[in-house]
């Protein structure tokens, strides 16, 4: 069955230090992976998008993830955190023929960043 | 602008009340789903629609119906709420079903008494 793992459901970090937020997949497919970004009272937006092109897929504010077929892990990274990155994270999975219209999303990681 | 248009955007009722929670999309897009967000579950999805007329069942579709008359809306209707119901929910679409991007509404809030 196809699943996906967010590590952690809350990563603090400080203004200026890296960020790293893990995603494991299970799927007995090729999936396409995503990580998408809701901002406090908002609705969720697309950060980036993997599709069996390039591993590091670079996405929007300085975002970037590494697709590892061998440790099915897409974790998400950015050099150096700001505080408009607090939010909440969710890593999604898609799949042929799942049963959820084909996504699969994660529980959501909260990001806090201190000044 | 190409955006996911639902309203109410909050919405307190009572318990058995019928509610309808409306979303319109202007990209002419062939998939559109419902989700709900609770504290600690992430987003779960009620209901999907790969295009007009053709619904399916999501994760958690108990005391939810839905209809896709049009391709454009995609109602969310309580016929019975009930306090289990409170939840952030969000209408989302996309081109098709599959790897396209989806684009989400803003969420509409709803707590039932």
């Known amino acids: 069955a196809q699943s996906v793992t967010q590590l952690d459901s809350h990563v603090s970090v400080s203004e200026g230090t890296p960020v790293l937020l893990r995603c494991n997949y299970s799927s007995s497919y090729s999936p396409s992976l995503f990580w998408y970004v809701q901002h406090p009272n908002k609705g969720l937006q697309l950060l980036l998008k993997?599709?069996?092109?390039?591993?590091l897929v670079k996405g929007i504010n300085g975002f970037e993830a590494e697709f590892k077929k061998s440790e099915t892990s897409f974790h998400l990274t950015k050099p150096s955190a700001h505080m408009s990155d607090a939010a909440e994270y969710f890593c999604v999975v898609s799949v042929p023929g799942g049963s959820q219209g084909n996504l699969i999303f994660g529980k959501g990681t909260k990001l806090s960043v201190k000044p | 602008e190409a955006q996911v248009t639902q309203n109410p955007r909050y919405l307190i009722t009572v318990t058995g009340k019928k509610l309808t929670v409306t979303c319109s999309q202007n990209m002419n897009h062939e998939y559109m789903s419902w989700y709900r967000q609770d504290p600690g579950l992430g987003l779960r999805q009620i209901y999907y629609?790969?295009?007009?007329?053709?619904?399916d069942k999501g994760d958690v579709p108990e005391g939810y119906k839905v209809s896709r008359k049009e391709k454009r809306n995609f109602p969310l209707i309580l016929e019975s709420p009930s306090p289990n119901q409170t939840s952030l929910y969000f209408c989302?679409?996309?081109?098709?079903?599959?790897?396209?991007?989806?684009?989400f509404g803003a969420g509409s809030r709803l707590t039932v008494l």
């Open positions: 629609s790969m295009n007009v007329e053709v619904t």
């Open positions: 993997y599709t069996s092109a390039a591993t």
């Open positions: 989302a679409s996309s081109q098709r079903a599959g790897a396209n991007v989806l684009t």
